[in-house]
């Protein structure tokens, strides 16, 4: 998502410090012990980025292959709009998700992903107004879909003109525009959207509806064969490249900031307190699918991967070697200790949760356990910094401005 500070984030960090036996605060380097004098070798830590470079190539290309096979899904969808076509799809966008769920951890250092012609925004920005892409309840004509006059052809470019116009939660693009497209609305209490197939077969703009589902998942694969092609191995000129050729700590350092970020605030904060604290499901990551819970474990499994050196592809093939955990465990073992274990609870808290998430966020027997999950995601925030500060780094866990 885009993001989204001031009194909300300010909030977060009150509420949940109140909570809490300690007070949150971002830990900066000055807020730590000294350490003693580092000794680790500059191939140690070349090896560590190395691996990370593998696992991130590795991620996103599984993105990119699970993202081409939602379009397949989508194209059968729209050539035969059936309940098990439709089914079908929906199948392939949770499949798709899971992957990418696990590259959030690579953001907020200003990679290709999110630097100033990174197209995150057009992949998974979120929360999105409805109303901006289709009809929603009360309002039949609303949307891109049904306004005709003003968009007589749907296609990528136009998505991609539109996306984030006007509002930020105007966003036309996407993994959650797709989303919406396939669910629909989510009006039920303690289930998903209920879009049905013939929305795209009898409805007003059917077909207008299919020509917006197939731009936006051509948009969707060519941006993600964009960050592909960024990491790709046996490019020479990339942004891979520039990455294993700078400075072994500068590397590192963006590491462990985009797992310090996402841990201690995006995660937290705007992807899990946000929500508990306004108990409303619009603020869930995927509403309109119900699939928030798996969004969570896996922007969380993103930071056990990059700290342990290790990511499964979907095919079951592993990508290790030489990690962060490693480099600590060398230095201090007491902090590897403290890491791990953190890292352990925090993955954990998140597979706890109760599913759906919209129903966990405002039954009373539940909210404690998605506190707990903040808590633990903050405490890991907190240790990454710890890490930087042994490395001899300094990493903010704020989210940028």
Sequence with gaps: MKVKLGVVYLLFVLIVGACRSEPATTQQASDLPNKAEISLSDDQKAAVVSTYADIVFASYEDSYETAVSLQTALENFVANPTEETHQAAKEAWLAAREPYGQTEVYRFYGGPIDNADGPEGLINAWPLDEAYIDYVEGMADSGIINNVADYPEINADLLASLNEVGAEENISTGYHAIEFLLWGQDLSAD??????????????NADRRGQYLLAAAD???????????AWHPEASDNYRAEFLAQDADAALQRM??????????????????????????????SCFSDNTHRDIIANAQGIYNVYNGRYTRIDGTEITGASLADLVAELDADLATDMQAL???????????HVPF?????????????????????????????????LGLSVNTDLPE
Excluded: C, W
């Excluded at 289930?191 to 409805?203: I, L, M, V």
């Excluded at 992807?271 to 508990?276: G, L």
């Excluded at 009373?364 to 930087?388: H, M, T």
């Design 191 to 204: 289930g998903n959207g209920d879009r049905p197939y013939t929305d795209y077969t009898t409805a007003d």
């Design 219 to 229: 948009l969707l694969v060519g941006n993600l064969d964009r960050l592909v092609q």
């Design 256 to 285: 462990l900031t985009g797992m310090g970020v996402l841990s201690k605030s995006e995660l937290a904060g705007e992807r899990i307190f946000v929500a508990y604290d306004n108990q409303e499901q619009e603020d869930e990551h």
């Design 343 to 353: 890292a352990d609870t925090a993955l954990a808290s998140t597979k706890s949760l």
């Design 358 to 390: 919209d129903q966990a966020i405002v039954m009373a027997d539940y909210r404690p356990a998605v506190l707990d999950s903040v808590n633990a995601l903050q405490d890991q925030g907190d240790k990454i910094a710890e890490v930087a500060h042994l």
